[in-house]
């Protein structure tokens, strides 16, 4: 069954780093956008950081900016590096993927989405 599949979550206290992962390279090879989604407790789903994986071009959303970089290797896994975490980065982190060309920064736009790895942040 192909899928993505999300790794590297866990608990970390403020202002620690994390990095996660999502393997799923039969999708990711036909994918036109790959990105991080969360959802924290009692919030809607929220865009992380996207890519638009043919040309490397990174989307962030208002709270990533200048603490997350999404990344693909040469493998075609998907991470997300985290800095400086926060209280509120506290969340369901899902990995998708869009295989079809249009906006990146829609949701509900993306055809595959991984199961999710839970990041809890602790003062």
């Known amino acids: 069954q192909v899928q993505l599949v999300e790794s590297g979550g866990g608990d970390v206290p403020a202002g620690g780093s994390l990095r996660l992962s999502c393997s799923g390279s039969e999708i990711a090879v036909r994918a036109y956008c790959m990105g991080w989604f969360r959802q924290g407790p009692g919030k809607e789903r929220e865009m992380v950081a996207v890519l638009v994986t043919g040309v490397r071009a990174p989307y962030y959303g208002a709270s990533a900016k200048g603490r997350f970089t999404i990344s693909q290797d040469t493998n075609n896994t998907l991470h997300l590096d985290f800095n400086n975490l926060k209280l509120e980065d506290t969340a369901m982190y899902r990995c998708?993927?869009?295989?079809?060309?249009?906006?990146?920064?829609?949701?509900?736009?993306?055809?595959?989405w991984g199961q999710g790895t839970q990041v809890s942040v602790s003062s």
């Open positions: 998708a993927a869009r295989t079809t060309v249009g906006s990146c920064l829609e949701g509900d736009a993306y055809n595959y």
